[in-house]
């Protein structure tokens, strides 16, 4: 019938419209990977879960290139530590997405219980022997650390008059008011902060919850989740403070953002470390790459060229000293044996993590 | 064209019948590709849910309705899933507002743009939720051209604070499932053809009348099934919540995220997913009954959604 | 009921004129019939009726009214469409009550007239079924008493019947032209079908190109076309062309390519020397004796064809100059065997001379096969 022929001459001008839409879209792909077919590691893929943002882009500047120069290929998988562990997880063990990967000191207990990671061979990782002592665990080797505490817009506080904060509890200042971020659970400088709060409040690792009231006089205008994420916010205006780690206000600095670090008390200790691990899954295909991506990631020129450009401390001493006297570096993070023993390092062991996780999710006013 | 002279003889109806034999065995594959990456692991998912959990995503041999009994008593979780239906019902009562009307202009615009226009469309859905969201921030931040628009006509002093909360989740809503609705109200509107308009109007009917006793009525069944897409996108939706509630609106997605993520907590992950996946359920039941309830045997006379 | 009227009516789309220079008049009370080939306008101008589209220059009366500018609603005419246009969301009784609910008539009086109307179209028993439902000529119908139902001032049809099958549609024919008798609507009727053209109308326009040819009766057309163009597009007819050898009062003479001289009518001013077209109708040609003096035009050929249609029989002959004319010839006139050398002979009465240069469409019309209009 001539009622339904304009029905489906209709349809097919739709179904044309889509097809066209859907060729459009059909564009190619571009793969690179570019690696020499010659080298001890010749034929391996190495994958290596970490960070995105400028952190990968430095892995593969000054170690995933050189490994690559050496016959592997190398790949990253891109998470949050959490978020990787979880993908290690729900692979069970089995068929690990990826063979090395970085990782936090409240997500590797569980997994070595679970015989999730190895133990690591500190024979095929010669770099390892300068490192510190605390630096060499059996699951996990502490590539770097970041320093957390108050990253501020230095600009902003001159004009609005506010000092540089000196505690946590102090971005609860109501000229701060909208303009405060704060680590969300599943972001690495989370439990820094936290636990700072709660130093501030009289707490400590066994009685978190002491931070929450504090946390929310603050009134954070957002729980951010990811750090190049808040990168922007810095750079745009839009937040003037967040606990945060140093390395990002070093590269922000470096953009011409007017950042400044602060660090505040922990109790007797002052600053924060937050270690940065390496490990590796128990059920890679690529050990002796896993181990290699270590090795040269602990190397005393790896360990300078990327603690100077994320930002971060490096482990190997030589590289320490050598980037003390960096000038982009001074002013923002510490280097002395001293300095990082005096710095706190969070005590997981001691936190019952489920529960501060429940708190987190319910008693956060939102 | 005389349909009676192209009505196929019984020799073309047995090859039809063949071919569309054919076809429906090309089906299958597509079925079965369904049946492995939804289907199977949905089952996985609700078979685990009636476990307790034992940490780092094991779960416990016996079965048990814990899980749920914790869940559906939690007022924590109940305002969650109350919280993530209005906003995921607001962002979609906002798009119908705004596709109708520019999908039915552009399927009745007789221009040879439309076709790349809905191919611009087609390619915005196809840009990564998290650029999008940059570029919300830019419009709408603090420090973004709204604000600063705002500020120099001296409308405010303070800027408005639109995102990290869950206005922003809603705007975020609104932007990440636009493009798909106008696109599936075109393919509606396109079905119903011009002419029933012209007949409307010439035996006397008003723009309006005409809108709402020919159009309208043949678009609702589109109209529905669209916004029911629509709505169940938005349910499910994780992206636009985290990052434009910037941590500060827990919808049920972000909820289900933290607990198979961080808490490595499969058991109640998967309790979480298959509550919102029953209300997401019933939500669509109860429309399409009430959409029966409305139109009696009419409904299959009217247009529907092409979702090719 | 109301007679329609075009003042100069154009309409241009971007550059082109898909109408120009529009003058017509409907009576009341006509059945007219716009007759062309596709793309010719007359489907604009049907719609520059309804008010779908405004004329780019021109007045359109309704009844006297200037309704050029009025929205199609407030000009209270019917309009039966090409798909028919049912609303697929409402019954056949709600359909055709449709125009009268806009208006706000009276439930009672809209369900009378409703029902009044389903005997009129004869479905009765059809009221509460969907469009769906329905056979084609009973969409038809339906599409034809929605139109009807608040008794418009003129009834617009665009290729109503293109959708039908043969029988179907020649049944609704009929039944078209007893509903407009009865009712006495002005009634405009878009076709390409001349046929239908025929059996319907009391006048037909013809258009092409945008521009009337010619407006009369289906026998004016048949029997006076105004030039070639409606000669060959109105029922089946041969051309002929040479130049004019000689004019006497309102005959001319035309002498062919091969020196044989045909008279006839001349349709318009000739002059001797002047290029001319030669029209005749298949069954004005007969096929005579070598000797006969019966016809004063007489040319010899050979037959080509012969094609039996029951009562009547069709000839294909090739003349000396190579063209084939058609000649139809009733059964029983005797046989013509093929290949064989005859003589055909007609009356110059009966032979149309359209002088001048050949138009685009006389020179389409003129095409080598006289048979270009045979089905």
Not at chain 1, 270 to 289: I, W
């Amino acid at each position: 019938m001539s009622a339904s022929a304009g029905y489906r001459i209709a349809r097919r001008q739709a179904i044309k419209t889509l097809g066209a839409g859907a060729a459009a879209l059909s564009m190619p792909s571009i793969l690179s990977g570019a690696y020499a077919q010659t080298g001890d590691l010749a034929g391996q893929t190495v994958k290596i879960g970490t960070w995105g943002g400028s952190w990968r882009d430095a892995l593969e500047k000054h170690i995933g290139s050189k490994l690559a120069a050496r016959g592997a290929k190398v790949e990253y998988v891109i998470d949050t530590p959490s978020g990787n562990v979880a993908k290690l997880v729900a692979a069970r063990g089995r068929d690990a997405p990826f063979d090395g990967f970085e990782t936090a000191p409240e997500l590797l207990p569980p997994l070595a219980k679970a015989n999730m990671v190895m133990k690591l061979d500190y024979a095929k990782m010669p770099n390892s022997k300068a490192l510190p002592a605390f630096a060499r665990g059996d699951y996990h080797v502490v590539t770097g650390a970041t320093l957390d505490g108050i990253v501020y817009n230095e600009a902003k506080f001159k004009e609005l008059g506010i000092e540089p904060p000196k505690h946590y509890s102090e971005l609860d200042n109501p000229k701060l008011k909208g303009r405060v971020a704060f680590p969300d659970i599943a972001h690495s400088q989370h439990y820094n902060a936290v636990l700072g709060v709660a130093l501030e409040a009289g707490g400590d690792e066994a009685s978190m919850a002491k931070a929450i009231p504090v946390i929310n006089k603050i009134a954070p205008a957002q729980f951010y989740n990811a750090s190049v994420d808040l990168g922007n916010k810095f750079s745009s205006g839009e937040v003037w403070a967040a606990p945060w780690h140093a390395g990002w206000a070093v590269r922000l600095k470096r953009t011409g953002v007017p950042v400044a670090m602060s660090y505040q008390k922990f109790g007797a200790k002052f600053g924060a470390m937050l270690p940065v691990y390496y490990s590796v899954s128990a059920s890679t295909k690529s050990q002796a790459g896993a181990l290699a991506f270590a090795d040269t990631y602990l190397s005393p020129d790896v360990q300078f060229e990327f603690g100077k450009f994320t930002g971060s401390v490096p482990m190997d001493p030589a590289a320490r000293a050598k980037m003390a006297q960096d000038p982009e570096s001074k002013g923002f993070l510490m280097f002395s044996d001293a300095e990082l023993n005096n710095a706190k390092e969070v005590d997981f062991s001691k936190i019952d993590l489920a529960a501060w996780r429940e708190a987190w999710t319910r008693d956060i006013k939102r | 064209m005389a349909a009676g002279a192209r009505r196929p003889s019984a020799d073309h109806a047995d090859l039809a019948s063949e071919r569309s034999r054919l076809w429906r065995l090309l089906l299958w594959p597509p079925f079965v590709i369904a049946l492995a990456l939804l289907v199977l692991p949905q089952a996985v998912f609700v078979w685990m849910s009636f476990h307790k959990s034992l940490g780092m995503g094991l779960v416990s041999d016996f079965l048990t309705i814990e899980n749920y009994r914790r869940v559906l008593t939690d007022p924590f979780y109940l305002h969650a899933m109350w919280m993530t239906f209005y906003l995921s019902l607001g962002a979609t009562l906002i798009n119908l507002a705004l596709a109708l009307p520019t999908a039915y202009y552009l399927a009745r615009l007789r221009s040879r743009w439309v076709s790349y226009f809905v191919v611009l469309l087609l390619v915005s859905l196809f840009v990564t939720v998290v650029i999008k969201v940059l570029a919300l921030y830019l419009v709408l931040g603090k420090e973004g051209m709204i604000n600063h628009t705002l500020r120099a006509l001296y409308l405010i002093s303070e800027p408005v604070q639109m995102l990290n909360s869950q206005l922003g989740v809603l705007i975020g809503l609104v932007q990440y499932t636009l493009p798909l609705l106008v696109m599936l109200m075109i393919g509606v509107f396109q079905t119903i053809p011009s002419s029933l308009e012209d007949a409307a109007e010439v035996h006397g009917a008003t723009w309006f009348s005409s809108l709402s006793r020919v159009v309208l009525p043949l678009a609702w069944p589109g109209v529905i099934a669209g916004s029911l897409i629509v709505f169940n996108m938005n349910m499910g939706a994780f992206t636009s919540a985290v990052l434009l509630g910037g941590g500060r609106v827990l919808t049920f997605p972000v909820l289900i995220h933290r607990k198979v993520i961080l808490d490595v907590d499969y058991a109640m992950g998967a309790t979480l997913s298959t509550v919102l996946l029953v209300f997401v359920l019933l939500v669509n039941l109860a429309s399409v009954l009430l959409l029966r309830e409305r139109r009696g045997s009419g409904s299959q006379r009217a247009a529907t959604v092409h979702v090719s | 009921m109301a007679g329609v009227v075009f003042e100069g009516v154009s309409k241009l789309f971007g550059d082109i004129a898909v109408v120009r220079d529009l003058n017509l008049e409907v009576r009341e009370s006509e059945f007219l019939v716009l007759l062309g080939p596709s793309g010719c306008g007359k489907t604009t101008t049907l719609r520059m009726v309804a008010g779908f589209i405004v004329p780019s220059a021109g007045t359109i009366r309704i009844g006297g009214e200037d309704v050029t500018r009025l929205p199609p609603r407030a000009r209270n005419i019917g309009m039966v469409f090409q798909d028919y246009a049912l609303f697929p969301n409402m019954t056949v009784a709600e359909n055709i009550g449709f125009g009268l609910r806009e208006r706000k008539v009276e439930k009672s009086a809209l369900d009378r007239r409703v029902a009044e109307l389903l005997e009129l179209i004869r479905l009765p028993h059809l009221a509460g079924r969907f469009p769906s439902e329905l056979s084609g000529g009973q969409q038809q119908r339906v599409a034809l008493a929605r139109a009807l139902a608040y008794s418009p001032r003129v009834l617009l049809m665009d290729e109503p019947l293109g959708a039908l099958d043969l029988k179907l549609r020649e049944a609704m024919q009929i039944e078209l032209h007893r509903m407009q008798r009865e009712l006495r609507i002005t009634t405009i009727f878009v076709t390409h079908d001349q046929e239908e053209a025929m059996g319907l109308s009391d006048r037909i326009v013809v258009m092409a190109d945008g521009q009337v040819q010619q407006v009369g009766s289906p026998e004016d057309l048949y029997t006076r076309p105004a030039n070639p163009f409606v000669a060959n597009f109105i029922g089946k007819i041969n051309f002929l062309s040479g130049e004019v050898a000689a004019v006497e009062g309102g005959r001319c003479t035309v002498r062919l390519a091969d020196q044989a001289t045909v008279s006839g009518i001349a349709q318009d001013r000739c002059q001797a020397g002047q290029r001319a077209q030669i029209a005749i109708r298949p069954e004005a040609l007969r096929l005579i004796e070598p000797g006969s003096a019966e016809f004063a035009n007489r040319l010899p050929g050979r037959v080509k064809r012969r094609r039996f249609f029951g009562n009547i029989v069709h000839y294909s002959v090739a003349t000396a100059s190579g063209q084939e004319l058609l000649v139809e010839s009733t059964t029983g006139a005797g046989t013509v065997a093929l290949e064989q050398t005859v003589w055909i002979g007609w009356q110059p009465e009966l032979t149309l001379i359209y002088p001048g240069a050949a138009t685009a469409h006389a020179a389409q019309a003129a095409s080598p096969s006289p048979a270009g209009s045979l089905a």
